[in-house]
């Protein structure tokens, strides 16, 4: 069996890395900064993402804080820039702050609950996890296009981004 090619133009259509600037977003303990190279990893390995009416990538995706607002600066392979976008943080601090709550409460039940709770936490962390990456599809309509798991790589990216280990 053969591998499936990807779509004509998917290869222009992705992240190929991600810049964190250190200066608004700041370094933090080793373990959360393990976090974020773990995110950025994954967001890398399989990703679908074009600023809307330019399909002429790979893009470097350069994440910054200007204020409340998370800059996507945009820019292609070779560092040349397509677009910035501002975000304002406001709408996905909510679904941030439950999705902790729930991933702490998971981590605690690891260690001593049934595997029927442990199955139960899980669910409703992974239901709070898509309800954040589709406000985040929500808020990129317009602006960049992303499939559902790219969207899910990067709330998880802003949610480490969040993390204060």
């Known amino acids: 069996m053969s591998a499936a090619k990807p779509a004509p133009g998917a290869t222009k259509r992705r992240l190929v890395a991600v810049v964190l600037d250190e200066e608004s977003i700041g370094r933090s303990n080793p373990d959360v900064e393990h976090e974020r190279q773990i995110a950025i990893y994954d967001l890398l390995e399989q990703n679908s993402f074009a600023p809307v009416g330019h399909d002429d990538g790979p893009y ?23 677009v910035a976008h501002l975000f304002s943080l406001t ?25 029927d709770k442990i199955e ?19 808020r990129l309509k317009g602006k960049v296009m ?5 969207a899910r790589r990067l709330f998880t990216l802003i949610c480490v981004l969040h993390w204060k280990g």
């Open 60 to 82: 470097t995706l350069h994440l910054s804080i200007n204020g409340n607002r998370l800059v996507f600066d945009i820019r292609l392979e070779n560092n040349a820039p397509v």
């Open 91 to 115: 709408p996905l601090r909510r679904i941030v702050k439950d999705y902790y709550m729930i991933c702490d409460s998971y981590y605690q039940a690891i260690r001593t609950a049934t595997p």
């Open 120 to 138: 139960a936490i899980d669910m409703g962390r992974r239901a709070i996890h898509n309800d954040g990456s589709r406000i985040l599809m929500e």
């Open 146 to 150: 992303v499939d559902l798991d790219t």
